[in-house]
């Protein structure tokens, strides 16, 4: 099986640091709390824009320098249904890409099992609580030329296809915990912010130097 997959295709081989990361800039990532992560983004309606690609690329290098899993545009203050991850699934396989307007596909209960795991999120610096999610997921959208897209996931390549699409309906895993670990995972985020932050700013002059 290939050990890589880029935009669901398969390659022979791909960069630790994807071109799209060597070409973009570090924002800053949106916190929970801000609006725009609160609020379903807006399709995607021009494609094939330079606005659009350095957006991605963006993204790309934003996600490293946190070291994310997936990092959707409203994470970046962005109000647009778009995500890029680069993830392994439960084989072990990396998959790296980018989609716009993903649409989860709802599977089926007999197509679907349920597992409980750590998930965190780069908007929610240092928490980590279990969420139950399905063990597989498919997403359907777009490349950023507007090519049509459908992307497979197992494992925890699942659940980050699965995290990043509730972003961009403006939902935060903290919204899928009871009142109590929800309190808990904020209580995790006051302890370890500065820590989680500084962590980042390292990164970031180690990858952008």
């Known amino acids: 099986m290939p050990a890589v997959f880029v935009q669901g295709q398969p390659v022979e081989s791909y960069p630790a640091l994807p071109p799209e990361a060597r070409r973009g800039f570090v924002r800053r990532i949106t916190e929970v709390g801000e609006e725009v992560l609160h609020r379903p983004c807006r399709e ?3 494609f094939g824009t330079a606005e659009l690609g350095a957006l991605i690329d963006d993204m790309f290098l934003t996600m490293y320098v946190a070291d994310g899993a997936g990092l959707a545009a409203n994470q970046v ?9 680069d993830c392994p699934d439960e084989s072990g396989a990396r998959h790296v890409g980018h989609i716009v307007n993903p649409v989860l596909d709802p599977l089926t209960p007999s197509g679907r099992r ?29 490349d950023k030329e507007g090519n049509p897209l459908v992307i497979e996931g197992t494992g ?21 915990l009871s009142r109590r670990d929800r309190k808990a995972a904020l209580r995790q985020t006051a302890d370890r912010r500065e820590r989680v932050l500084a962590r980042r700013t390292a990164k970031e002059a180690e990858l952008t130097s």
């Open 44 to 46: 995607v309606t021009d």
């Open 77 to 85: 203050g962005v109000d647009l249904r778009l995500f890029v991850y």
């Open 114 to 142: 349920l597992i409980d795991d750590h998930e965190g999120c780069l908007s929610v610096p240092g928490a980590l609580m279990d969420v139950p999610r399905p063990d597989r997921a498919m997403v359907r959208g777009h």
């Open 156 to 176: 925890y390549f699942a659940r980050c296809l699965q995290h990043e699409t509730d972003h961009v309906n403006g939902h935060l895993y903290l919204d899928r």
